[in-house]
T-cell receptor, first 111, second 115 residues
Framework: GESVGLHLPTLSVQEGDNSIINCAYS??????FIWYKQESGKGPQFIID?????DKRQGQRVTVLLNKTVKHLSLQIAATQPGDSAVYFC??????????FGKGTRLSVIA | GAVVSQHPSRVICKSGTSVKIECRSL??????MFWYRQFPKKSLMLMAT?????????EQGVEKDKFLINHASLTLSTLTVTSAHPEDSSFYIC???????????FGPGTRLTVT
């Protein structure tokens, strides 16, 4: 069936560096994509979203890029901080169907 | 705004007993609530979708008689794990949406341990 996956299961970055977390999706009909942050023992926290008619969207220290040609989604975190350490999930939605989550990438920030 | 709570946050129960987990939308009316299960170091797995006043829609492989879902009001959904077994031990997370399924607000999760 359709699935959402991630290229890198773990990512370690130096504090202050930029982080890039990648996600591949397979449902070409998906029209909405979301990045979530999940800290240990907590529920997912919304970070940023993007619609399929966009290729870039910026938030505070975060940028999401969407490449529909290769079905690729990325989350860029600028000036990564220790508080950014968490597991990051991408999720996709099509119409009003439930979200489909990717496998997750653990981001570890080295102080 | 858009806060979702879960209760309890942690629960330990003995095999064979039933456990109820509550999910509440605190500042909005949730037309739909979702229940997820998450194993350690794994992604969220959708268990079921519940709409207020109607029967829940369960995902393939999820036993509806095992995981009873009740969505009695626009702000409350409950998940009851019946006759719990150690393999039911997991992190259960709910989410709620005021409208579109992609606009989900997640609860903090409930850690269930069955001994």
């Amino acid at each position: 069936g359709e699935s959402v996956g991630l290229h890198l299961p773990t990512l370690s970055v130096q504090e202050g560096d930029n982080s890039i977390i990648n996600c591949a999706y397979s449902n070409s009909a998906s029209d909405y994509f979301i990045w979530y942050k999940q800290e240990s023992g907590k529920g997912p926290q919304f970070i940023i979203d993007i619609r399929s008619n966009m290729d870039k969207r910026q938030g505070q220290r975060v940028t999401v890029l969407l490449n529909k040609t290769v079905k690729h989604l990325s989350l860029q975190i600028a000036a990564t901080q220790p508080g950014d350490s968490a597991v990051y999930f991408c999720a996709e939605a099509s119409g009003n169907t439930p979200l489909v989550f990717g496998k997750g990438t653990r981001l570890s920030v080295i102080a | 705004g858009a806060v979702v709570s879960q209760h309890p946050s942690r629960v330990i129960c003995k095999s064979g007993t039933s456990v109820k987990i509550e999910c509440r939308s605190l500042d909005f009316q949730a037309t739909t609530m979702f229940w997820y299960r998450q194993f350690p170091k794994k992604s969220l797995m959708l268990m079921a979708t519940s709409n207020e006043g109607s029967k829940a829609t369960y995902e393939q492989g999820v036993e509806k008689d095992k995981f009873l879902i009740n969505h009695a009001s626009l702000t409350l959904s409950t998940l009851t794990v019946t006759s719990a077994h150690p393999e039911d031990s997991s992190f259960y997370i709910c989410s709620a949406t005021p409208g579109r399924s992609y606009e989900q607000y997640f609860g903090p999760g409930t850690r269930l341990t069955v001994t």
